[in-house]
Every structure is written in C-alpha cells, then in structure tokens.
C-alpha cells in the first residue's frame, strides 16, 4: 500500500493554514456537539450570507431551459431575467453540460473585456482573458508557467494569502517574502520591496514575478495610485511579471479609500513592457458564490508566443466549470436602471456591503478595546488581523487552539500567513451575522485576558 515516503515532498511540504490542523479539530468539536464560531475562512455563503436572486434566478432558467416553456414562467420571473437567461441560452447552445471552449464562453470574456473598460476606461480584449475555477486557478495557471527551474522566486507580501505560498512549495520554486508595514497601515513601501530582491539576489535566486494582493488578505489595506506606480516601476526595473490579486476590489469600506486596478495605472503610464497578469473572482464581493468556483485572469503585455502556451495549460484541464462562467458572466453584466430586477438587485447588494462594513468595525473596534489586542480597523476585504501580546514561550497557534477549545471560536493563526519575527497575529472573518460578531468580540475578550493572566 502507498506510504507516504511515496508522496511528493513538494505536496508534504505545502501548508495552507486557513484549513490547517486548527479548522481540523474545529470540525472534530462540531461533529461532538461543541458549538463552533466559523470565523477561519472567507466563504460568505456558508456564513448565512443570501445568494443574489438576480443570480440565481438565471442560473435556473439556463440550467434547465424548460421552465421557460411554463405558462407562469412572466409570473415568476422578472422580464429581464426571462430576457437574459434567452440570451445566455443562445449563446451556449450545447448548454452548461458541454465543456465550452478552453478560454472559456466568448460572449462572457466580451463581457468581461466591457466590464473592465467600463470601470478603468481602458481598452480590454475578450481573447487576453481565460475564464478559470475561481482566481485561485487563475493564480496556479500563472505561477505553473513562471516557475521553470528550483531556483525561480517569486515574490510575496508578509503577511499573504497561503494560496501563494502553497503554489510556489508545490511547484518547486523560491518564496521571496516581502513585508507590508503594520505601523504604517499595511502599505507597502519601495524599501522592503529593494531589500527583498537584494536578500533574494544574495542567495542566488532568480527573482520572476510579484505577487500583489489589492485589497489586502489579511491585512484589509488597499493601495493607492502612487504605491501601485511605485509597483509597477519596481517590477519593470527588475525584470519581474506581477501578478495582481484583485478578489476584494468591491470590498473596500473606508470612503477616502477607492479600489485602482494595476491594469488602470499600467495604461495611463503607457507601460508596455512589464507583464501583468490580473485576477478577479465571483467568490467575494458582494456575490459570495464561492462554490460555484468562478473566476477570471486577465493578461497584459504577453507576448503571443507565451500566451499560446497558458492557453495549451489552460486547455489541458479542458475548461472552466460551464455554470461558473454564467455566473461570471452575471458578476460583469448586473441588471441596469429600468430592469425590472434592478431595484431588488440594488436592495440585495448594498444590504451585503452595508452589513459587511459594519462587522468590520464591530469586530475590529471590538478586539481593539481589549489589553493586550492591537486591531486595526480594516479598509477592505473580508478579515481583521489584530496583533496580539501572549505570555513568553507561547505562540500563536497555541493561542489559536486554546481559543477554539474554550469558545468554539475557529480563527486562524498569523503564522499561517507570515509575520514579522517577534510579532503574533490571528486573522479572523467579519463574515458571521452581526450577533455572531458581538459574542465574538465578548468571548475572545474573556478568553484574552484569562490566556495572558496565568
Ligand atoms: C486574496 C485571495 N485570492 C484568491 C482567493 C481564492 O478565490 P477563489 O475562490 O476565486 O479561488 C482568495 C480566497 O479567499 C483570496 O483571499
């Protein structure tokens, strides 16, 4: 029978914390009755979060197209929605069970390609965009063709989404952290970024890509114009490709604060020489439909030899998940003014982004009033990533442990996501229902001051 001196180191060596050992035993406490506070993990739905009716309205009619024929289906439906499922229809006519094309359905990367216009007033292609299983594919897609040899690093934020780290462990290349600066908001500054590539330089390795995450996961920091030119002038003076994670662009909470894409600042800079490569998501947002694992991967200025190779990887996994597209699809081309679906639309999504933004600083402002617990208030994303002080020879993921045994609150530790040596960290969601947020603000606050007591 396979041992595992059979698997690969690459796969025993990856981590990924945010369903490490710790979401384990939570489920361990469940499955034996023990109430669990499911706060490890940025899965809205699975956190009582509704799906958009709008959305899941269509996804019915085009899954089964039959209902169309129903003598009640005006009853049911509202005009636009009937009007749209059509359209979706024509224009998959194998339907949702056949694979589509390796890029994914064509009108859906048109409307990508609008979206994106629309929101940056920059010029987007369908065929510069691969329809993906979420942005995590996306990211595995891009980071599989870049890592060629051992010694290929990519860079990283400290502290990042593990989905980085994992990649680069199971595709055999180098991490090359760089550190995002908690005094100073989570920014980013060129310092860090020179003295990383310096390290990495030093230690023989090759330096490829970067990796920014914008809004920040776990940080909640979102980028100014001038940190994202700063980027894009460091990538282009190193010869690296960037990688944007741009999942959380329509959850920023902070009104000075707006969301830029790296596309928008590349275009107005007229950079044609460093590659980007963006990603986006219906996972987050106001969508949550992360189940459905939909999601897209726009690239700018690759050359035509190299993008016929991500789309010979594309198309070995065939293509992305058919109904996934109809969602991204969705996510691109919302009901406008004067649908019929729009005022309900509008009701459903600024009751998600209102309700978001107020558990963000119910739980941030919260953590933050308990000694011994630095939280700042996040700007965007889905998480708080509060500093913590523990007692000598402690760490985090004691902490994190002793925390869920005696609440049944799941976080996850800061050393899953990488933090300044000396520092300690847990990342939790805002996601759970606002009741759910003040018992976790009361219980973390009465574990907190009883761990750091004895
Ligand atoms: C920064 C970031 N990127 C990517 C993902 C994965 O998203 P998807 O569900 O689209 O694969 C997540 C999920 O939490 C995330 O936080």
Redo the contacts with the bound molecule.
Sequence with gaps: MLGLKDVSNRVLEARYAVRGPIVRRAQELQKRGKEIIWCNI?NPQALKQEPLTYIRQILSLVEYPDLLNDKHVDEIFPSDVIEKARFIIAHSKHGLGAYTVSQGFEFVRDAVSKFITKRDDITARAEDIYLTD???QGAQFVLSMLIANPNDGVMIPIPQ?P?YSALISLLGGKQVNYFLDEDNDWQLSQASLEQSIKDAKQKGINTKAIVV?NPG?PTGAVLDHENIEMIIEFAREHNLSIIA?E?YQENIYDNEKKFISFAKVMCELDVRDVSLFSLH?A?KGYLGE?GQRA?YLEVRNIPTNVNNELLKLRSIGLCSNAAGQIILYLMVNPPKKGDESYELFTKEKSGILNSLKRKAHLLSKGLDSVDGIECKTPSGAMYVFPRIDLPDKKTDSDYCLSLLESTGVCVVPGSGFGQLPGTWHFRATFLPPEDQIKQVVEKIEDFHTKYTNV
Excluded: K, T
């Design positions: 940025g979420g942005a995590s989404y989905l995450i996961n994670d999942v998501s996972s992360c999601g």
